[in-house]
């Protein structure tokens, strides 16, 4: 994949991740989960929300080396959120997925 | 506004077939065209710098109390200097169209003026402004994909001749970096539909938990305004499926530019155009009702 698709595919993901984390089904699920799991699940909706705001407006240049050197990466890691997103039974696992993604997600663009 | 624009489009198409000279009535027809779509999209770019932070303000809000005061401090200057960013590109955006505005009157100028030469000095000026900024722009993402990933392919048109020997010269010139200058704005209007679409849609998701969901299934008695707040997050949905209509008014104008260009132009290409523009408008309407 060259780099503009590598970076659409991640925007993409991120735009729907945040949609889910912002869905009542996902409030319904962090709210069978401990008080741990929804605190955490909190932090990770507004890393999600800052990633994509900063992702946007980067300019593709700029960060097209990253894209290229964590492509691997980012690919294993998409397919791994996209299979974790679909069912939230089982919150915790589905919060350590997203945390590898935006731990990925991060090294194309800094979270702070 | 929507009946005012469409009004003009359709005033335009009436120039057309006025035809004490159709060919000067055509870049006139198309300038008028021009000015309405500026106003339209100008419109759509307010509403999407709108929905980003007010998006961006929900999450901050619903995400608050997870965070230390430290960290709230760090993470609202760091959403802040990220939305100051987006509204620049938007901001340059708009600009972009204006400027597209502006070449567009000069050519209709030159079509009725006797003494074109100055204009043309003029319409080089002005393309040079729009080359300046489209090649930033081009670089750019605003949201889901970089612009370039939404670029069209854009063909020369090929250019009729007109007696008017300085716009001829023009149009033979740079036709095609105009025509390349509209695919522009259709791809960063795609870009900014799709931002759009997610920005609108995960406030009113949190808008439906906190506003909605939340009161009616807490022990306490729900607010005065439930319903009323309940609409606004049924109703504001309707919005998300009209987002494309911002990058097909563009599509529309680059299409039109190109029989312009070609001596095509005619009243029926003038009012699909009309109608492209009035969805852009109609985008705007329902976005500011969601936004209520």
Known sequence: ?112 | MRIALYAAGLAACAVLSGCVSARVSQFSGFAQAGVAYVKASQTVLDEAGTAAVRNDSSVLRATRTAFSSDERRDRLARSNELLRQRLVLLKDVGRHGRLLQGYFETLAAMADSKNPEPLAKSASGVYDSISKLGTALRGSSIGTASVSSFMPDVAAPVVAALKVRALDAELRARSKAIAEELGLQEAVFKAIASDLRTDTKARINLEETQDVIAPYIGPRELPSDWASHREQVLFGSGALDRAEAASGAAKKLRECFNSLVQNRLDRASLSSLAVEINALLSLADHLQKAAL
């Not at chain 1, 990466?73 to 998409?78: C, F, I, P, V, Y």
Request: hydrophobic fraction near 45%; charge should be negative.
């Open chain 1, 1 to 112: 994949m060259d780099a503009a698709d590598i970076y659409s595919d991640l925007l993409a993901q991120l735009n729907e991740t945040l949609l889910c984390m912002t869905s009542p089904e996902w409030d319904a699920a962090s709210h069978r989960g401990s008080a741990g799991e929804r605190r955490r699940a909190l932090r990770q909706m507004l890393d999600i929300q800052q990633l994509r705001l900063a992702l946007g407006n980067a300019v593709l240049l700029g960060i097209m080396e990253k894209l290229k050197a964590n492509e691997a990466d980012l690919e294993n890691g998409r397919k791994h959120l996209r299979e974790a997103l679909t069912s939230l039974e089982q919150f915790g696992r589905v919060l350590d997925t997203i945390a590898s993604y935006i731990t990925i997600a991060g090294r194309i663009v800094p979270l702070l």
